[in-house]
Each structure stands twice: as structure tokens, then as C-alpha cells.
């Protein structure tokens, strides 16, 4: 019968369809990671530049300026050629509205940078000016690791979106050092969330440990767990974090603090090139065989309509957890059905394990975002609070994150 | 501008593909609940044939084959003209898959007709080979209920297919009772797989009781909890399910309890049409309304530069939840952007409440499956042994299901 071979042919053709998009995914997340590099760096000079009042970084500020520039017209050409007829579904117009969302952004850069040249604008709304675009693109990576059906995919895609994460948290430590040492003070509450950067980050790259290959994990940790320039980090870390308000800092630190940041940001840009090249492979390999099987079918011959019956009914549940089903009709339709339907549940849970990681952070941020407008905190108060909360709650931060979603849909916060 | 509106437009015709793809998969659902209830009577007409040893029912069941077989001739016509390329990832590959396996299950049934027919199977045998067909389709139901991102929408599919589940527990019960009845006795083991269906049934109407739209709610209580029906049924129930296994049956109550059951399932047959029908018009109308939000973008206009600056960057985060956002620049393509981009996450955390009843159901069929194939335990006794389990712990069901799972992922029964 024609029609079974014809469905299970079609059932082939989704996933390779899914992976040739996986594919294009992934070398859109490499590019925009380039672009997210790029502005992090800028972010960085311009907090030099600014809080030196314009003494330091200039010629440096115009270079990085110019290579963003180029970056970004990378991800325009890019967001040229993107198939938008290929989306669909809460996914696609989530992925596209975020897309929209960073446009707008970019036309907006200009702007941003002659307030940052005319010093118009504190270094802390100039960090936190990047740090909004920043986050449209890393919720662009966000929809894309939210996408793959393959566990070993999605792991990757994980890893690779919490690393960008955690860089990004790195990014804003290093603009917000280098705001310090070049104003030459810091207070409490710039100390606090120079804290909660660095908490923050740690978590981030924790998941990064659990989901990426082996190799990049060796070598994120001679980069940065053992590298030569976390030493001077932890000690300008310490000089910054416990200084008194009134106790001067002495400037020159700048400098020293933001190249040894840059070397270590320079660095995981390039684990995350790496990472991004993996996934490329372990797409292209999943391609190859999901390819490959699809090319079997055709040898497979239909049993009578009398073979069919004790196959279909008399044997054990298609639910069966059993790989090795024993029946007389090898390699036969069914047979190819029935375990293509098992590897496919398999995966399936096996891509829900993977995902806690995506929804257990999509819940907190949702919370935390919540909170801030709500009550009126800044980002780290409202992780704080939360964190506060679960420990107090002896509770997962995720589960008390999820109460202040719910409490929000009883208090008709939501639209229709 | 251009580019961020082209995105946006994008974000909302990946609404429409979506609502376009749920017209069509409702209409699917509608042609699927069709067969299900054919052969759901050809079940109960084949049990009551068997139990009599061909002495009843010989002619309705001749005549219900043939209805049965046209309601397949519609569903073959509607598979030959779905557009399977339009189905990708990991979803449309189960879907596919779950076809495939129902097409072979179709392939079967003439060969089960001719067993049923000669009187080649017992009972019990002949209507689990209905059942593990009707599960074949209904898995499709499944899968398709799981797709819809529209809260509303998602709400009226899991009210359909726990309906649909609910009834098809209904009709198992019906060929059950049947089987007693015309045999002229029951015995322990059927009585208590008797009970579990009751039961089982229960919760799933729990669920549709949860999700459906209120008149149905309404029409469901008059047929089923208050109707005339429902005494004989529950008359029956008791002596089926209390005469101890030496004392005969009365075996005329055969037909009198497949009428009853027959009945009220028939009247189950067209809340269930209602409920596809109202599918069909949720549908249309977020289809109504999409399409003109869709025509909005064209009518706005895109600051200038120096516009879009403060806007994009000095306002509260884009992931506020505040939905009366001060700005000077109405319905610019940034507030736009960011009202849809609201209006999706706040459509994903309500889509997941919604969805919560599905990923149970899932986990705990999965931990079922898993028990009785490993365990060597029926259906029932797999469902009692983690209700058990549930109730010695104090967890949920669900959670011991979980557990389940995950343990065998431990022990290694997954594949690659």
C-alpha cells in the first residue's frame, strides 16, 4: 500500500526539512554573534570615552564603531535573503517580531552614538542603551535555540545561547569596570551590580558546562577558569567591588581591567565561533543520515493484506518501549513505522529534558521582567527578590518565578 | 524604514499560515471523529456477534461494516489531498508517522472482519484490534491538538481530544458490557478492567468539562449526568460489575445495554461535531482578525532617526508588561513591534497553562506503555500501579509517571 510509504516518506522529508532550516540557523546565530561581539566591544569604549570625559579611547571608539558598522550590514544582508514564507506558528512570528524589534534598534544606533560623542548621555544609560539592543539579538538567538526537535541539537543550541548569555553578562562587567576605574570611584550600588553580574554570568556558563561538547569545555576552562588574565581580573574584581565611595580609584586601572576583559571576551568569541562550527557538523551529520534513510523505504515490500493483520493487531502495543519487537515480517512497513514512531518519542522526551534549561530561564526572565515594571525595580533587585523569596520559601527560584506568572493571570494582567 | 515593517507584516502572516493550517486541521479532526465512531459501533456490533456465537447481531454488524468503510473512503480522500509539504520538524514527522501506522491499521481490518466474521478470535481479542486502531487514530487527533499556539484555540483542541478519548473509554465499556451481557456472565477480571474504564472515562470528561465552551458543558450534563439514559446505564453497570462469576447474566440485557450505550454515545457524536464545528468558527474568527491587523502596518508611519532613538532606547524594557506604555509617538512601527511582541508572550505563558493538561496526559500514556511492556502488566494494571504508587507517596500521578520516565532513561532504554 502506497500511502503508508508515501506518509512515512513524508514523516523523513519534515525532519530533513527541519534540518536544512536548522542549518540556516545556525549560521545565522554565527553572524549574529559577530554583530553582538562588535557592539559589546563599542559599548565598552564608549563607557571609557565617557566616563573619562572624552581623555580616553577616542581613536579606539571610531575604529570599533566603523567594525560594527560592517558586522551589521553582515546581518542585514543576511535578514535579506531569510525565507519569512518558510515560518509559521507562534514561533516564526515570535522570531520575526523580534527580528522587527532589532531593526528598529539598529536605526536608532546612529542616534545613540552622537549623544555618546557629544557626551550627552551618563556611561550608565550609554550601557544600558547597548545592553537593550544587545538583548533583541540574544532573544533572536533565544527563538532559534527554541526551535530544534533533535536533543543533541537542541543541547547544542542551548549551550550555545546561555554562552552568548553569559558573554554578554561578561560584556556589561567589563563596561561597567571600566566606567569605575575610569571615573575613578565607584559606589555601593554600581558595586552591587557589578555582584550581580558576576553571579550571573557564572550561572549562565554553568548550563553552558552541562550541554556544550567536551573539547570546547577544556577549553573554556584553561580560557578562563585557569587563563593568565582572570588573575588580574579577580584582583581588579576585588579592587573595584570593595573600594569605599570616597576612596579614590586609581585610573590607569581602566585600561589594564578592560584589556584583560576584551582578551578573555576575544577569547569565548572564539569558543563560540567553535560551537557554532559543531553545531554546523552535527546538523549536516544528522542530514546525512536522515538522507540516507530516507532512501530505504523503497526497498521495503508491502506484505498481503493477511500478513498485515497478526502484525498490526496480534503483537504488542506500538507504545512498546521494546526495541526488539519480534515478528516474522522484518523490515517491513509497519515494522519501519513502528520504530520510526519510537525513535521519534524518544526524542521527544529526551528534548524536554534538554529544554528545562530554555524554560526555567524564559520563566524567571518573564518574572523578573514583570517585576521590574511592576513594582518598580531595577534588574537586579528583582532577581534578588525572587532569589530571596525561594530561599525563604525553601523553594527552585523557577518555581516562585512561575507563582509570580500565575499571580499576574489572577490579577488580569494579561490581554485577550 | 522598510525592513522592520517587512518583518513585522512577516511575524503576521506566520499567523495566518497557522490559523489556515488549524481550519484545515479541524476540519481533519471532524473527518477523524467520524470513523472512530463507526468503528466504535462495528467494536460493540462484532463483541455482542462473538459473545452470542453468532447468534446476534448478525445484520446491523453487516450493515455498520459498511458505513464504517465509507467514513474510511472519506478519510483516505482527505489524506490524498493533504499537503504533507507543508509539514515540518519533529511534529509533522509524528503526525506523518501516526498515519502511516493508522493507514496499515486499515489495511488490517478486512482480514480482522473475516476473523470477527468466522468466529476465529475471542471477544476480548477482537476488541482490543478495534481498540489499538481507534488509538492509532486518535494519537492523530493527539499530535494535532498539540499544534496550535492560540490559547483559545489549543483550549477547544484539548476539549476535543480528551472528549474524543473520554468516549472512545466509553465505547470500550459499551463492547465490554456487551461481551458480559451475551455471554450470560462476567467474572473478576472483567469487572474490574470494567470499573477502570468507568473511571478513566471520568477524568477525561473532567478535562472537556475544564476547557469546553459553557453551552456544550450544558448539552453534556442533559445527556449524560441527568439523562434518561443514564439510569439503565448505571442500572446495568452495577449488575454487570457486582454478580459474582457462577451466577448467569440475564442475556437479554445484551441489547438493552448496547442501546443505552449506543445512545448516549450517539448523542456524545454530536457535542462532539458541535465542538469541531465551534474549532471551525474560533478559527475563522482569529483568522478574521489577524487578516486586518495585518492591513494596519501599511498605514504607519516611521519616525526619523532621531525619533526612533528616544523611543527605542529611553523607555521601560521592551518586556514590560505595562500595557499602557507612555510615548509620544503612537502607533509608530516600534510601538507596534512591541505591543505584538507582547501580545505573543503573553499568548506562550497562557498557552502553557493550557497545554499542561496534554503534557500530562502524555507522560503518564508513555509511563503506562513503558509498565506494561516492561512489567508485563495490562493497561489497568499499569494505570493502578502508578495511582498506587502516587497515593503511597504523595505525589501526583503525573509526577510518578515522570519518575517512571526518567528512571528508564537511566537504565538505558533510550536510543540514539
Redesign the interface.
Known sequence: ?D??????T??????I??LQ?LLRTSSFVRTLAEVIHALQKERGLSSIWLASQGSRAAQSLQAQRISSDQAIATV?DM??TLD??S???????????????V???I??L???RQ?VTQQRLSVN?ST??YA??IA?LLAVVFEAAD?A??PSISRLLVAMFHFMQGKELAGQERATGAAAFSAGRSDSERQQHWLHLIESQERCFQVFAECAPADLILEWNQLVVMGPDQITIERLRRIGCTAIASAPLPRDLSEVWFEACTHVMDGMHQIESKLAQTLVQECTAHLHSAQQALKQPAQLTQPS??D??P???AQ????????QLTTQFKAS??QV??E????????????E?VRQALNERKVV??AK??L???QNLSESQAHKLLRQTAMTQNRRIVDVAQSV?SM??LLN???T
Open positions: 500500500m500511502t503508508a510509504l508515501h506518509f512515512l513524508a514523516a523523513r522529508q519534515c525532519e526539512n527541519e532550516q542585514r535578514l535579506h519569512v514564507s515560518l509559521s506558528g507562534g514561533q516564526g512570528a515570535r522570531l520575526c517580531s523580534d527580528i522587527a524589534y531593526l528598529q534598534g536605526e536608532a546612529p542616534a545613540l549623544h544609560d544600558q542603551a537593550r539592543l533583541g526551535s526537535t533533535y493484506t493477511e498485515v493483520w502484525e498490526f493487531f504488542a502495543s506500538r507504545h512498546s518501549w521494546d526495541a512497513v509497519l513505522v513502528q520510526q514512531s519510537q525513535r521519534l518519542q524518544t526524542m521527544r522526551t529526551e528534548l529534558a526572565e518573564r521582567g514583570m521590574m515594571t511592576q506568572l499576574a493571570e494582567l494579561r490581554e
